[in-house]
Structure formats: structure tokens, C-alpha cells
């Protein structure tokens, strides 16, 4: 692991580390499968996460034994009918959906000369840092559909970093879903990880919530 003093950079996940739109993909992905008789259980649930959309409905399909009964066609129109519903939920978010601690993390990073980069999977990323009245703070920001392959392959990451101009080890990145934490450590970043201890075991560092993700904590972690 990189020590801290190395660092000069930060990218981040969005849903699940900047706010919780896990619940609204949720909601909207549980919707859909229970309308093809798919049966919903937490580790589709947790496996959802942090991977993009039409990877998403494929193991959605998959858990449910249907992933050879729709054409490409017919899938694009179940991913997209789960959009419109998610986006009509994230429409009514707000800065109070800012998850605990992460303004004054990123106003202390800005203050203190880190870089900050988003690498989320979410194609709706810009809407929501929008709504969360967080724009300013991302100038760069991946692409989701430049990429080949998604989390946790490390493209997305290493993109993060790339738009920062730093090298791997100058960054960390932040992940609540394993998949990502599988995607930074192979981009050969500072891993940080934000939830279950068993989940995220393969995290450099963890906590438990977004409240104790502070500049003192993760150096006090990374020695
Ligand atoms: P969209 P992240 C990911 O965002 C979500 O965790 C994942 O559940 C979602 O399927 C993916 O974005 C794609 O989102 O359908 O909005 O393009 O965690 O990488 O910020
Ligand atoms: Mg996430």
C-alpha cells in the first residue's frame, strides 16, 4: 500500500459513498424483476451494486433462470423502463441526500490541494451530483460509456486517475460495493472502503460509514 503522504488524489464512487441511491436503483430494479417472476433476494440485491445497468438486468435474468428468453432489443427496453422510473425518483433529491460527513470531507480535501475525480458506473452521475448540488467539486468526471468493461474490471479507475494526471499509487479511491473495491485495487490505487467488514474485506482501509471517513482517519489507517 502507498503511504499517505504519497497521496495527491481522490476518486470517488458516487451511489453508496456521495448518497444513497442504492435504495432507488433498488426499488426500481426489484420492481422490474418481480414483474418478469424474478424472485428477489439480498444478494441480487448486494450484487447489483456498483455494476452498470445492462449488467445489472443480465443478473437479474440470470438469477431468475431467464437470461435466454429476451432479444438484445427487448433487454435495452427493460433497462431503459428501469431508468425512467429511477430517474424520476432521483429527481426529487436534494442536498439533504448528501450522505453524513462527505461536504466537509470534500471541502477539507479542496482546501488541502487534493485532486477529485468521480469514477462512477452511473450514466446518470452528472444528474445527481446536480441535484446534490455538487457539480463544482467533480470537474472530472469518467465517462461510463467510453468504457469497455465495468467494474471490477480497473478501467474505470485507472480513467479516474488519468483525468487527475496522477499516477495509481498518488491515488485513492472510494467504493461501497465490492466490485469497485476489486476494480481500485486492481488499478493499483489506495483502497478505501465504506460498509460491512465482510463485504468489503479486500478494502485497504474501511469504515463503517461515511461519517468517519475523515483526512486524520485514513491517515492514521494507511501509517
Ligand atoms: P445507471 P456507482 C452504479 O453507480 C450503481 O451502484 C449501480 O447499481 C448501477 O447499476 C450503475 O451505477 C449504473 O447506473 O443505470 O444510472 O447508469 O456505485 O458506480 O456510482
Ligand atoms: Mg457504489
Same mark, same amino acid.
Given at each position: 500500500?502507498?503511504?499517505?503522504?504519497?497521496?495527491? =488524489?481522490?476518486?470517488?464512487?458516487?451511489?453508496?459513498?456521495?448518497?444513497?441511491?442504492?435504495?432507488?436503483? #433498488?426499488?426500481?430494479?426489484?420492481?422490474?424483476?418481480?414483474? &418478469?417472476?424474478?424472485?428477489?433476494?439480498?444478494?441480487? !440485491?448486494?450484487?447489483?451494486?456498483?455494476?452498470?445497468?445492462? @449488467?445489472?438486468?443480465?443478473?437479474?435474468?440470470? #438469477?431468475?433462470?431467464? !437470461?435466454?428468453?429476451?432479444?438484445?432489443?427487448?433487454?435495452?427496453?427493460?433497462?431503459?423502463?428501469?431508468?425512467?422510473?429511477?430517474?424520476?425518483?432521483?429527481?426529487?433529491?436534494?442536498?439533504?441526500?448528501? &450522505?453524513?460527513?462527505?461536504?466537509?470531507?470534500?471541502?477539507?480535501?479542496?482546501?488541502?490541494?487534493?485532486?477529485?475525480?468521480? %469514477?462512477?458506473?452511473?450514466? /446518470? =452521475?452528472?444528474?445527481?451530483?446536480?441535484?446534490?448540488?455538487?457539480?463544482?467539486?467533480?470537474?472530472?468526471?469518467?465517462?461510463?460509456? +467510453?468504457?469497455?468493461?465495468?467494474?471490477?474490471?480497473?478501467?474505470?479507475?485507472?480513467? =479516474?486517475?488519468? &483525468? &487527475?494526471?496522477?499516477?495509481?499509487?498518488?491515488?485513492? =479511491?472510494?467504493? @461501497?460495493? !465490492?466490485?469497485?473495491?476489486? $476494480?481500485? /485495487? $486492481? %488499478?493499483?490505487? +489506495?483502497?478505501?472502503?465504506?460498509?460491512? %467488514?465482510?463485504?468489503?474485506? %479486500?478494502?485497504?482501509?474501511?469504515?463503517?460509514? +461515511?461519517?468517519?471517513?475523515?483526512?486524520?482517519?485514513?491517515?492514521?489507517?494507511?501509517?
Amino acid at each position: 500500500m502507498a503511504t499517505f503522504k504519497q497521496i495527491k =488524489g481522490f476518486v470517488f464512487d458516487l451511489d453508496g459513498v456521495i448518497t444513497d441511491t442504492s435504495l432507488y436503483h #433498488t426499488k426500481a430494479w426489484r420492481q422490474l424483476a418481480e414483474k &418478469l417472476g424474478v424472485a428477489w433476494n439480498k444478494d441480487l !440485491e448486494e450484487g447489483l451494486k456498483g455494476i452498470s445497468r445492462m @449488467d445489472s438486468l443480465e443478473l437479474i435474468l440470470k #438469477t431468475g433462470g431467464k !437470461e435466454n428468453d429476451y432479444s438484445h432489443d427487448e433487454k435495452v427496453a427493460l433497462a431503459t423502463e428501469k431508468n425512467t422510473n429511477y430517474v424520476n425518483e432521483i429527481k426529487k433529491m436534494t442536498p439533504a441526500n448528501i &450522505l453524513p460527513g462527505i461536504k466537509d470531507f470534500l471541502d477539507d480535501l479542496r482546501d488541502k490541494g487534493y485532486l477529485i475525480s468521480l %469514477a462512477s458506473a452511473s450514466k /446518470n =452521475g452528472p444528474t445527481v451530483l446536480k441535484q446534490l448540488q455538487l457539480t463544482d467539486y467533480f470537474p472530472k468526471v469518467v465517462d461510463p460509456a +467510453t468504457l469497455s468493461k465495468g467494474k471490477p474490471d480497473p478501467e474505470i479507475y485507472t480513467k =479516474g486517475a488519468e &483525468l &487527475l494526471d496522477l499516477a495509481p499509487e498518488e491515488c485513492i =479511491g472510494v467504493e @461501497d460495493a !465490492e466490485a469497485g473495491i476489486q $476494480a481500485i /485495487n $486492481a %488499478a493499483h490505487e +489506495t483502497s478505501v472502503g465504506i460498509g460491512d %467488514a465482510k463485504t468489503l474485506a %479486500a478494502a485497504d482501509v474501511r469504515f463503517d460509514d +461515511t461519517a468517519q471517513m475523515t483526512l486524520a482517519n485514513i491517515e492514521k489507517a494507511m501509517g
